[in-house]
């Protein structure tokens, strides 16, 4: 069974500038998650999708990022523009419900320079 | 306010010798507690989830129980490969899904 794809592995920008994330969850998983890990933290979460609506986005900085997830399936993380505190590991996730155990991508490096 | 904390911060092990590791929670409505392992450069694994008080899982080396207040994550005669960062999660009545701060485990030869 193929896992969470994420894409791009690695980015680097500058403040002020935009970027985007993708990912495609496990096939019939239902809930997907973005999470923001920033060096020595957990995960935190920033938006919880169930099918292709929100859930919850109460920790999303909504000024600046922004998410969708079209048809229920793939899905795609914005930030515009960056800021040099958004450097962090941006994790893709997804379940088959929303009480199961998530499964994660590999995630996106981002840098902001 | 909800809150997962996990302790020690940073636990080293000689190879071989058992130690626990914890995860206390003060959630509303906890509906399931997630144990993930997470080595440097990759996304968290997902090694157990326990539903409810009194349960258990095993699997190698690891053991997971769960109380009402908090989980352990039980290491018994840990080798080399076992060093990571462990994370646990707690998913609430809200069905938001919060994480701890990890603990990172290094097991010496």
């Known amino acids: 069974e193929a896992g969470v794809a994420q894409s791009p592995r690695y980015k680097i920008i500058e403040k002020r500038q935009s970027v985007a994330f993708w990912c495609n969850p496990i096939s019939g998983h239902a809930t997907l998650y973005w999470y923001q890990q920033i060096l020595g933290q957990g995960p935190k979460l920033l938006i919880q999708f169930q099918n292709n609506g929100v859930v919850d986005d109460s920790q999303l900085p909504k000024d600046r990022f922004s998410a969708e997830r079209l048809k229920g399936v793939d899905s795609t993380l914005k930030i515009q523009p960056a800021k040099l505190e958004d450097s962090a590991v941006y994790l893709c996730?997804?379940?088959?419900?929303?009480?199961?155990?998530?499964?994660f991508g590999q995630g996106t490096r981002l840098t902001v320079v | 306010e909800d809150q997962v904390t996990q302790s020690p911060e940073a636990l080293r092990l000689q190879e071989g010798e058992s130690s626990s590791l914890n995860c206390s929670y003060t959630v509303s409505g906890l509906r399931g507690l997630f144990w993930y392992r997470q080595d440097p450069g990759k996304g968290p694994e997902f090694l157990f989830t326990?539903?409810?008080a009194g349960e258990e899982k095993e699997k190698e080396r690891l053991k997971a129980t769960l109380t009402k207040k908090e989980s352990f994550l039980h290491i018994t005669a840990p080798k080399p490969e076992d060093s990571a960062t462990y994370l646990c999660?707690?998913?609430?009545?809200?069905?938001?899904?919060?994480f701890g701060t990890g603990t990172s485990l290094t097991v010496i030869p």
């Open positions: 996730a997804s379940s088959f419900r929303s009480n199961t155990e998530a499964f």
């Open positions: 326990l539903y409810s």
């Open positions: 999660a707690v998913n609430q009545n809200r069905n938001q899904f919060y």
